[in-house]
């Protein structure tokens, strides 16, 4: 198979004393006309390996191949092929919208038509806006049509929708779905589960520089053999004292982790689970103050493999 992305044993050190090893040995494949997730907390490496990916940076070792080919030998063909939508896009503000597409249009041998690309985003009443009179999630959605404009084979979406109002979120889930159902894959990163879980048809789960898990969303959840997240809180007869792991060995449960001041409990059943632990709670003395029940997410996937939750920063020195 001719993949989108392969990345083969793929490092990334910088010097230092001791020097950062941000990419540990990672192997990935991205297949063509997919949908492919990045995970991981600030300082797992992903944006280090993205980068590499999209040309920005040199590996220390190892191969990323894009699109078939090679950064060293096919640089320029592979730009023509790809594009990419950062976090942050600065934009020229006197601009308007559909100068902005045409200059970006202008850096492709062949592509869309700007007014082609600002349809796609669904702009056509702005396009003679100037940039500083868009709201956040006009501009965002003007950057994805700078992405789009050369008509590429391969998306890169950098946090497409972090800090944008629901309906903008949805209005660039649609774009990105569009984009694959039309034979264009995408690479995406981003720290929203439920996005993930919606649109990736994989993902890969990094930290500390390395992949963890790669697989479906729906298998990844699965795989942890808990369909269910029990969540509580207990005051009472000092419950700071409690392990960690309390709740652990009651009938359904399968792990138990704390997260700050919560306790969660993944679990088969919950109406197994739920008596038992309410009975443990009485046993020791203490009151249960708050308790709620919801399904298993990425978010307790990337728990369980990572040991810390996803919002916590990675402590392996990675970027």
């Known amino acids: 198979m001719s993949y989108a992305i392969e990345c083969r044993q793929l490092t990334k050190t910088w ?14 494949q991205v297949e063509r006309g997919t949908c492919f997730g990045v995970l991981g907390p600030n300082g797992a490496g992903k944006t280090t390996t993205i980068e590499i990916c999209e040309g920005l940076l040199q590996a220390t070792s190892g191969d990323a191949i894009v699109l078939g080919k090679n950064w060293a030998t096919d640089a320029d063909k592979i730009r023509q092929e790809i594009g990419i939508s950062l976090q942050e896009t600065r934009l ?5 919208v559909l100068e902005t597409l045409t200059l970006f249009r202008s850096f492709y041998r062949s592509g869309m038509d700007p007014a082609e690309a600002i ?5 056509q009443e702005k396009a003679n806006a100037r940039i500083k009179a868009l709201s956040g999630g006009q501009r965002q959605r003007v950057a994805v049509a700078t992405a789009l ?13 972090t ?19 039309g034979g264009g894959t995408v690479l995406l990163t981003t720290h929203y589960m439920d996005e993930a879980e919606r649109l990736c048809d994989r993902v890969a789960i990094f930290d500390r520089g390395k992949i963890l898990a790669i697989d479906s969303p729906q298998q990844l959840i699965a795989d942890l053999g808990a369909e269910h997240v029990v969540v509580f809180t207990v005051s009472g007869q000092n419950p700071a004292s409690l392990p960690e792991d309390f709740g652990v060995g009651l009938p359904g449960v399968i792990s138990a982790r704390l997260e700050t001041e919560h306790r ?8 197994i689970a739920i ?14 103050t708050s308790l709620t029940t919801r399904q298993a997410t990425l978010e307790d996937v990337f ?15 990675a970027l």
């Open 15 to 28: 010097p230092g004393n001791p020097p950062v090893e941000a990419v540990r040995g990672i192997d990935l």
């Open 92 to 96: 020229s503000e006197k601009l308007t």
């Open 119 to 123: 349809a796609k985003v669904s702009l």
């Open 149 to 161: 404009v050369g008509n590429p084979k391969l998306l890169f979406l950098d946090e497409p929708t």
């Open 163 to 181: 800090g944008l109002d629901p309906q903008s979120r949805r209005d660039l889930w649609r774009i990105i779905t569009e984009f694959r159902e």
């Open 264 to 271: 969660c409990l993944s679990v088969r059943e919950p109406h």
């Open 275 to 288: 008596p038992s632990l309410l009975a443990l709670i009485n046993e020791r003395g203490l009151r249960l």
């Open 303 to 317: 728990v369980h493999f990572a040991g810390h939750g996803l919002n916590e920063t990675s402590d392996g020195g």
